[in-house]
């Protein structure tokens, strides 16, 4: 979907190592991309907090990836699970 990037600034967080073409494509579509992969909970959580997030989407699902202990912990006003998920990169 297309949105205007004045009014609207959309940054992911990936949780996976690995990079792939997926992971570009994906990359190419974000105001901002941080790899969280490396990062615990909490300080994941004080990340998207100093990012000032609106809404955060959990795309992982339930999934060997997912976080919901950072989910727990409402590091966005509205957190929002996204029935699915996105293939992650890797193909895993």
Same mark, same amino acid.
């Given at each position: ?14 949780? &996976? *190592?690995? !990079? ?19 990062? /615990?909970? /909490?300080?994941?959580? !004080?990340?998207?907090?100093? /990012? !000032?997030?609106?809404?955060?989407? &959990?795309?992982?699902? &339930?999934?060997?990836? &997912? ?9 966005? $006003? *509205?957190?929002? $699970?996204? $029935?699915?998920?996105? *293939? !992650?990169?890797?193909?895993?």
């Amino acid at each position: 979907a297309d949105w205007d990037d004045d009014a609207m600034e959309a940054i992911a967080y990936s949780n &996976h *190592p690995s !990079r792939d073409a997926l992971t570009a494509r994906l990359e190419a579509r974000f105001s901002g991309w941080r790899d969280i992969s490396a990062l /615990d909970d /909490d300080a994941a959580a !004080r990340l998207i907090r100093e /990012d !000032r997030i609106d809404v955060l989407f &959990h795309l992982s699902g &339930h999934t060997s990836a &997912h976080r919901f202990q950072l989910l727990a912990a409402r590091p966005a $006003p *509205p957190t929002t $699970p996204v $029935p699915g998920s996105l *293939p !992650r990169p890797g193909g895993g």
